[in-house]
Structure formats: C-alpha cells, structure tokens
C-alpha cells in the first residue's frame, strides 16, 4: 500500500481487533465451536501481530537507510571538489 502511509497498519490493528471479538464470542460458545473460535481467533490475532511487527521494523530500517543515504549527500556536497 504504497499510496496510502499508514493504512496497512491500520488494518493490522482492525485485525487484531477482529481476533479479539472472536475470542470473546467463542466464550460463550459450547463444544466444537468453541475450539473452533479459539483457534481462528487466535491465528488471526497471532498473524495480525506477526504482520505488524514485521511492517513496523521494516518502516524502521527503510527510516534508517534514508536517513544514511541523506548524511552522505550532505557530506558529499559540503567538501570541497578535489580537483
């Protein structure tokens, strides 16, 4: 989503959201429906998690990397020719 800063995150934090509604409805559930709730709201909220990590360290490193690449043009363009 390279259009829009921050949305992929913000659908992460929805499906976080998500996984917590279903963990809570399969509370109520008995049975069958109930393991069923935990597993699916438990994967989802463990892939949302993994998901928003990963996109956070990314977004980190891609600061990072820009950042390096700004200071050496600077410093490149601060010294004085050689020649």
Do not use: N
Request: proline share 2%.
């Amino acid at each position: 989503m390279r259009g829009f800063p921050g949305v992929f995150e913000a659908l992460l934090l929805v499906a976080l959201g998500v996984g917590y509604i279903v963990l809570y409805f399969a509370k109520r559930e008995e049975g069958a429906m109930q393991i069923v709730g935990y597993i699916a709201g438990s994967a989802i909220m463990l892939l949302a998690t993994i998901y928003l990590i990963g996109a956070v360290y990314l977004h980190s490193r891609m600061d990072a990397s820009k950042m390096r690449i700004y200071k050496e043009t600077l410093q490149q363009k601060s010294l004085p020719s050689q020649e």
